[in-house]
């Protein structure tokens, strides 16, 4: 709010009365799962505590075209100085949570898991991370402390896959899982004879993620990770028939279709 006020509304403040006051609806204009209602609402609050704002549609629940969200009454200068702002976050978290779902249900009854990464917006990670749960996925690590996770320039710098979690291991608490990239089958095998707890199979074929299956039997999680999509031929659905236990989606956050909502003065 800050950042959008500046020295102030010179829009608002010289065009609408300092007592003038106002109603309206918060509108979906599409189809969607909506996310950020709490949110929306803190934005008025934190402006002016004597604004009215009532949520009619909860987060989670799927909305249709023209549906009414929320209403909102009150002091009409405060309510268009939050407005873009309740917006913004509001239609981003609607957007994240859509495409959730939509990934979600692709993988049902596949044992499979799709969650998301820290490809988020620097500032937002919590309110991403929040709608890609409220859309139906899950969360991988929301930090660099919450996991050991070795990638590919982790092993060159470290000299190889081996001494990397060889290293975590005599440094770090047990407490803490390992999981390495992998983009071989070597790789794989390397990485499961040193003890890694989860592998992550990057930009692997289908045929490829499937042998991974086989070979590992188990032994660790296996993430498949790269160039995920709803449809074609590398779907979420036909990477999760491999057998692989968790899916990652860096495009449920850093590509996201804000879902289009407005409000409208009565």
């Excluded at 075209?65 to 009150?74: C, F, M, R, T």
């Excluded at 992998?182 to 499937?210: F, H, R, W, Y």
Aim: charged letters at 25%; aromatic letters at 4%.
């Amino acid at each position: 709010m800050e950042e959008d006020l500046g020295w102030g509304d010179v829009t608002t403040d010289s065009t609408i009365s300092i007592d003038a006051k106002i109603k309206g609806f918060f509108i979906s204009k599409e189809q969607g799962v909506v996310c950020g209602m709490e949110v929306c609402k803190r934005v008025f609050e934190l402006l002016d505590s004597s604004i009215v704002f009532e949520i009619l549609i909860k987060d989670g629940q799927k909305v249709q075209k023209g549906n009414v969200l929320a209403q909102i009454s009150g002091n009409a200068r405060s309510i268009l100085k939050g407005e873009r702002v309740a917006l913004n976050l509001l239609q981003r978290m609607s957007g994240i949570a859509t495409a959730a779902n939509n990934y979600s249900e692709a993988v049902q009854d596949t044992g499979a898991r799709v969650v998301d990464t820290r490809k988020t917006m620097p500032g937002l990670r919590i309110l991403d991370k929040y709608a890609v749960q409220t859309g139906g996925c899950y969360n991988h690590r929301f930090n660099l402390s919450d996991l050991v996770l070795i990638k590919d320039n982790h092993i060159k710098a470290a000299g190889g896959i081996t001494p990397a979690i060889n290293a975590a291991k005599s440094k770090l608490t047990h407490a803490l899982k390992i999981e390495v990239e992998v983009e071989t089958l070597e790789q794989l095998d390397e990485a499961i004879e040193a003890g890694a707890d989860i592998i992550m199979l990057d930009n692997m074929s289908l045929d490829l993620m499937k042998e991974a299956v086989q070979r590992v039997k188990g032994r660790a999680l296996l993430e498949a990770s790269g160039n995920v999509a709803l449809e074609g031929e590398r779907s979420v659905k036909h990477i999760a028939q491999t057998g692989v236990d968790i899916i990652s989606v860096g495009a449920l956050t850093h590509s996201v279709f804000a879902m289009d909502i407005s409000l409208r003065f009565l």
